[in-house]
């Protein structure tokens, strides 16, 4: 016989607050239960401990009917693991994970930011009604209203709930928080939309290969890129996420083969039209993070400003697969920050090159323009999120231990970071959570 329960998983390892998420926990549990209905409240550290409670309550009959996580979230959804080693399901992973639902099941997600991005892709590809914050969230002794809790006592009463606060409106807002004046932000509800949704550059291909026609534009990814090179011309690069093939077509003369790929199929139809006179350059449509290659076919790796895009480990087991193992991985992407006092030398210099890039590139700032304004580009947005710097530091330098990323230009809100693995040798053990 089924019967049917509420889940409550939260995490008390990665970064701060642990303590108080069991606390929340706790107290959502005794609501809950008030009812008769049986809840099942656990702690849950990793990807696969998770995978494992899912594969255990179906063994013994129980789907889930009320869904709550809660911790830490970073854009592209829950975080697991520590902050030395963070883990998170990748899109593609949220799409393989059997989760044993009921009929009608609801999903809350109690984590900063869930709302944005994760709630309605969770919802899409899990089927089920999903709920998140959109700002970020805080601990508050009040249910209704944001409360400072001060109390040391572990049974007391504790809320997590989403709420404006100084990072997202400022130092007035978090007086206003302090003072009582903050209420809590009520869930936003996502029903699974029907359909197809395509999520990728398509719709906006043409007018992104009108800007990106040639890759030095992006001068400072470039000149990293060539600095980052082996010095051995004999290699044989993957581009993944390579767009329109820009990035390719200026190395071509420079390495034995390149081999493009991306999820968008209107940009691999530019890449192969830039790129008819480079025999040694070709491109494949990808529908997931599989490389289509054999072991140890490539000598270099690029991901240039897609790897926020990625379904990180498992794009990671794939790369280190298909690269020679003193083969590397060149990352380079934008993230989001806001600089910090001691980066105002290095914003500036970085403010002043971008005045001088304005004047030297001006059709280049204008097909920007009409890219930029374009309906279609946000809505991809929409889908396609940009990630944080810590979120995507963590991950890479967890992955590659010992190894730093570097900051190579920075803005007041985002910056782009980058990094070298010197050597595939050089990766820790990646951990998927689908076979
Ligand atoms: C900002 S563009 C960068 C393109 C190119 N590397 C460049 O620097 O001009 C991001 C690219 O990542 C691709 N992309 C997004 N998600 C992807 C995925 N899951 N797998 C492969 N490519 C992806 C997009 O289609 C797009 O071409």
Redesign the pocket.
């Known amino acids: 016989m089924m019967s049917e329960i509420i889940l409550i998983l939260y995490t008390t390892k990665y970064r701060k607050g642990g303590d108080k998420f069991k606390r929340v926990a706790r107290t959502m549990k005794d609501e809950l239960s008030s009812n008769g209905s049986e809840v099942i409240s656990l702690s849950i550290e990793s990807k696969a401990e998770i995978k494992e409670i899912f594969k255990t309550l179906a063994s013994q009959n129980k789907s889930i009917k009320e869904f709550h996580f809660i911790g830490h979230s970073g854009m592209y959804g829950p975080m697991y693991g520590t902050v030395a080693y963070p883990e998170q399901f990748s899109?593609?992973e949220l799409k393989k994970l059997v989760i044993p639902f009921a009929h009608n099941a609801k999903a809350y997600f109690h984590c900063c930011r869930s709302a944005r991005w994760f709630a309605p892709y969770f919802s899409r590809v899990q089927n089920v009604t999903t709920f998140g914050y959109h700002w970020y969230t805080s601990f508050s002794s009040n249910k209704a209203r944001y409360k400072l809790d001060v109390s040391k006592d572990p049974f007391k009463p504790l809320y997590c709930f989403g709420c404006p606060g100084k990072k997202s409106h400022g130092y007035l807002t978090s007086v206003k928080k302090y003072l009582g004046l903050v209420k809590a932000e009520p869930l936003k509800e996502f029903k699974p939309e029907q359909g197809e949704i395509d999520s990728?550059?398509?719709s906006v291909?043409e007018l992104?290969n009108n800007v990106?026609q040639d890759?030095k534009v992006?001068s400072d990814?470039y000149k990293w890129i060539i600095s980052h090179l082996p010095k051995n011309k004999d290699i044989n690069v993957l581009?993944?996420?390579?767009?329109?093939g820009?990035?390719l077509k200026e190395l071509a003369n420079k390495i034995t083969s390149g081999t493009g790929?991306?999820?968008?199929k209107n940009?691999i139809r530019f890449a192969k039209n830039n790129n008819v006179k480079h025999s040694n350059l070709q491109f494949e449509q990808?529908n997931?993070?599989e490389l289509p290659f054999k072991d140890n076919t490539f000598d270099l790796v690029?991901?240039?400003?897609?790897f926020?895009?990625?379904?990180w480990d498992p794009?990671m087991k794939e790369i280190q697969r298909v690269t020679n193992p003193e083969g590397k991985l060149l990352i380079?992407d934008?993230v989001t920050a806001p600089v910090k006092l001691t980066e105002y030398p290095q914003l500036l210099r970085s403010k002043l090159k971008h005045y001088i890039h304005r004047i030297r590139y001006k059709a280049f700032y204008k097909n920007l323009r009409k890219l930029v304004h374009n309906p279609n580009w946000k809505g991809m947005l929409k889908y396609?999120p940009i990630r944080s710097e810590h979120e995507m530091k963590w991950y890479i330098e967890s992955r590659f231990p010992g190894r730093k990323v570097e900051v190579i230009n920075i803005g007041y809100n985002a910056r782009i970071i980058a990094f070298d693995t010197e050597s595939m040798e050089n990766i820790k053990n990646i951990n998927l959570s689908y076979p």
Do not use: H
């Open positions: 899109p593609y990728t550059y398509n291909a992104y990106f890759i992006r990814e581009d993944i996420g390579c767009g329109n820009a990035l790929v991306d999820i968008s940009l990808l997931g993070p690029i991901s240039m400003l897609s926020r895009y990625l379904d794009i380079i934008m396609n």
